[in-house]
């Protein structure tokens, strides 16, 4: 199983960014799996970001990225993304997606891990 990560980098406070997250080589189809993301800022523990079931599309925001961040899923690309706007200083972290080993997203049921996508928002 591969799952890799793209689309961080530098971007000034209140830009944005899309991060996109395609996985392979999954047992089962990419449709069955909830998708999330997680990000950790240096010298601190990786939280959750965000999710997305498969079960019935309902989703999950961290409060501070809420009505910022938007997680969507093409499952015929087998990809998620993050759309990040009016992104802030504090927001600034290794981004990574993870496959949950359900249908339905519980943050503390993650299968397979990214290798992180840096993003960096600063003046």
């Known amino acids: 199983v591969q799952v890799v990560e793209s689309g961080g980098g530098l971007v000034q406070p209140g830009g944005s960014l899309r991060l996109s997250c395609l996985a392979s080589g999954l047992s089962l189809d990419y449709s069955y799996f909830a998708l999330a993301w997680f990000r950790q800022a240096p010298g601190k523990e990786r939280e959750g970001v965000s999710c997305i079931a498969s079960s019935d599309g309902s989703t999950w925001y961290e409060d501070s990225v809420k009505g910022r961040f938007t997680i969507s899923r093409d499952n015929a690309k087998n990809t998620v993304y993050l759309q990040m706007n009016a992104l802030k200083p504090e927001d600034t972290a290794v981004y990574y997606c993870?496959?949950?080993?359900?249908?339905?997203?519980?943050?503390?049921?993650?299968?397979?891990w990214g290798q992180g996508t840096q993003v960096t928002v600063s003046s």
């Open positions: 993870a496959v949950l080993r359900f249908t339905y997203c519980n943050l503390n049921h993650t299968r397979y």
